[in-house]
DNA sequence: CGGGGGATTGATGGGAATCAAGCGGCGTGG
DNA sequence: CCACGCCGCTTGATTCCCATCAATCCCCCG
């Protein structure tokens, strides 16, 4: 029980009160609160199907603005009002829930051209902090919702996106449900692997910006059978480490194995409204 | 591990092949293979926000056909062509996946107004069985698909859907990564009767159509522990049993402390989109 | 050099899985 | 009508995987 550190609590607590957008990352044209017209957002990358005009993309554009965060900073708070919807464009974030003791559930960890703001009603239904700085395109929940209507492919991109999420999640309770801590950790790996490559990178190294208390979150674990069961598949041969935050994935089919994934070719989905 | 049971998988496997649209309900004017226009679909009662007109309701319900089940029938199967999403019109139906060695993680129950295959891709992502007779409405993926664009509505209606199950899901990540078999059981019994109460059914009583077995592929645990943890909870006078599928919620507060929910008025969401 | 936070490793304990037995309702068939 | 057998549920005994507790290491940074 009991299994994640207060101290997250405490410290997302703190950092609530100084929630002050000061970024760092060179960026022209930028007003006081460090914001700035979103000059290239990444919609058309969005991880979904179809595609947007360039009308679409503008029009995108024009209600959207560019924003940067710190590591550690939140984007958004559960239970706070949902007023904005989030592209990533560079950088990591992880995406958590509470219980009131503390105990914390890593949803999920959000890349490039992921959305934040999505599972939410009149208020956000989870957390979202920075794990690495990070450049996000904002856009106002009502103005979205009004461009809805005049432009119904970004509907059907919402619910492409949702989709693939909802089946992501899917997975997720497999993993956390009848899953054990080699065949979760298995799973996590070659996920972040096939991410990556489905980004269009290359090669067997992925860095995991995340901590292994966040990563034990995430796969309902603790860091210490996290830790222990990297080495464990270290000494396999399985992968090979560089620091806690590289990882060179040396036998993948082991992996898969080990991951039991349905899909031998594993995730992630691509819908297709 | 190996928490499913084997014969699981086996009694699917064989169902697939007498897979036979047999309905039993007493319907009008149905053809040969048990079909019938959908007459009185309900859409309109779609769990989601927003109402679409009668117009919208009337071009629905042009191409729908009505469809029935009996108890352990497979509505949809894993890995199959995805040509159809449903609405549960009566019944209750089991969602589940299967992992390659035959455990099962039931990712959640379908009541009337819920839909089944949405979180899919050109294949199912999931299997769907019903649990009581069933009558659903089914329509053709690819109609659907058309209608998106002569009718927006219908594409936000969806996308409000998978927005909700989407948080649905979140929370039953945390049940499964955090949360001990009292929680979860718990928490499990909470939603079940807020599910109820939703529907506009009165009273501290809810009937489980489902085994021990299904529960506990829910929520991560084995048949025996979900037996244990009812026993404690009637010991404790939280719940009274009227044989092992009627539960009788007596002391609500109770439950819902140890439920651990976030939001005091617990779950389900519903999005606003 | 000292301090702190994250990672690793070891020792121990506990909660749920597993193994096993018995109960009880229901449908079938004699 | 009743006996049998099956299946799902319950309960008990034991095991085991992972959480917990604790110590040390490592690296970065002041």
Redo the contacts with the bound molecule.
């Keep these: 029980?009991?299994?994640s550190t207060d101290?997250v609590l405490k410290q997302s607590r703190v950092q609530r009160l100084e929630q002050t957008p000061t970024s760092e990352l060179p960026r022209p044209s930028r007003n006081a609160r460090g914001e700035s017209p979103c000059a290239a957002c990444p919609v058309r990358d969005m991880n979904v199907c179809g595609a947007l005009t360039d009308t679409d993309l503008a029009t995108m554009n024009a209600i959207s603005t560019d924003k940067t965060f710190e590591r550690d900073q939140t984007l958004i708070w559960e239970g706070e009002a949902a007023g904005e919807f989030f592209i990533v464009s560079e950088g990591v974030a992880k995406v958590f829930k509470l219980l009131p003791d503390g105990r914390r559930q890593i949803t999920g960890f959000l890349y490039p051209s992921d959305i934040v703001g999505l599972a939410s009603n009149e208020r956000y239904a989870y957390t979202a902090q920075a794990l690495t700085p990070m450049r996000v395109c904002r856009f106002p929940r009502s103005k979205v919702l009004e461009l809805f209507d005049e432009m119904p492919v970004l509907c059907r991109k919402v619910c492409c996106v949702a989709s693939n999420e909802l089946a992501a999640a899917q997975d997720q309770m497999v993993l956390l449900g009848r899953k054990?801590?080699?065949e979760r950790l298995a799973s996590f790996l070659l996920l972040l692997l096939r991410r990556k490559h489905l980004r269009g990178e290359e090669g067997q190294a992925i860095d995991t910006p995340m901590?292994?208390?966040e990563i034990?979150d995430h796969l309902?674990?603790?860091?210490?059978?996290?830790?222990?069961t990297?080495?464990q598949f270290r000494k396999l041969g399985h992968i090979e480490?560089d620091?806690?935050?590289h990882i060179l994935v040396r036998d993948e089919p082991a992996l898969a194995d080990l991951a039991a994934f349905d899909d031998p070719d594993g995730l992630p989905h691509t819908a297709s409204f």
């Excluded at 309902?220 to 222990?228: F, I, M, N, P």
């Design positions: 029980m009991k299994a101290q054990n801590a080699a901590t292994r208390a034990a309902g674990l603790t860091t210490e059978t996290v830790s222990r990297v080495t480490l620091g806690p935050h």
